[in-house]
């Protein structure tokens, strides 16, 4: 089976700042990969699908790169309503795993 | 819009099922897969996996094969995964999830049902 690898695992960063995070496939899966976003205690959310469509609803400063095996989130100017824990998954064929996740910060 | 309405929290003790509803609304139930998705406290989030409400074909993750058991009703729109021999480790929010395609991402997400497993 395919893994997802996410790092770093956590992150702390300032208002305004750029933040990426990476997810890495063991194997390659083309596009078929989303991220979504956990607050503190929310239900998961989908940010974004086929590695860099954002769905309807979400901030244009949140953006997905890559295909294959190595992909991005990044979040152009991090603001206080981001903080919150990230994961990718892979969907290309079952089993659809989730990355060990990345908690993001406000320094 | 889309809503997935999950059954409350439940307290079982090792050894005994647990049967988790997910009711659908605002859409066809028919025309979208259900996954199922845990999270233990404190950690990421687990794939079990999925079922097709219209044809009932299903999918289980490896580490759940011969315990999980996802079943649909389709006069109410309603989704169901039970859990068998449930051990302490099981303890986690379960959640539901659409499926806007086959093998796709999952667009929208039911609140989570706590279960919680102790003697």
């Known amino acids: 089976d395919i893994q997802m690898t996410q790092s770093p695992s956590s992150l702390s960063a300032s208002v305004g700042d750029r933040v990426t995070i990476t997810c890495r496939a063991s194997?390659?899966?083309?596009?078929?990969l989303a991220w979504y976003q956990q607050k503190p205690g929310k239900v998961p959310k989908l940010l974004i699908y086929?590695?860099?469509t954002l769905q309807s609803g979400v901030p244009s400063r949140f953006s997905g790169g890559g295909s294959g095996t190595d992909f991005t989130l990044t979040i152009s100017s991090l603001q206080p309503e981001d903080v919150a824990t990230y994961y990718c998954?892979?969907?290309?064929?079952?089993?659809?795993?989730f990355g060990q996740g990345t908690k993001v910060e406000i320094k | 819009q889309v809503q997935l309405v999950q059954s409350g929290t439940e307290v079982k003790k090792p050894g005994a099922s647990v049967k988790v509803s997910c009711k659908a609304s605002?859409?066809?139930?028919?025309?979208?897969?259900i996954n199922w998705v845990r999270q233990a406290t404190g950690q990421g989030l687990e794939w079990m996996g999925w079922?097709?409400?219209?044809?009932?074909?299903?999918y289980y993750e490896q580490k759940f094969q011969g315990r999980v058991t996802m079943t649909r009703n389709t006069s109410i729109s309603t989704a169901y995964m039970e859990l068998s021999s449930l051990r302490s480790e099981d303890t986690a929010v379960y959640y539901c999830?659409?499926?806007?395609?086959?093998?796709?991402?999952?667009?929208?997400w039911g609140q989570g049902t706590l279960v919680t497993v102790s003697s």
């Open positions: 999830a659409r499926g806007p395609t086959t093998l796709s991402w999952h667009d929208s």
């Open positions: 086929a590695a860099s």
């Open positions: 194997q390659g899966i083309d596009n078929y």
């Open positions: 079922m097709n409400p219209d044809s009932g074909n299903t």
């Open positions: 605002g859409y066809t139930f028919t025309n979208y897969d």
């Open positions: 998954q892979k969907y290309n064929y079952d089993p659809r795993p």
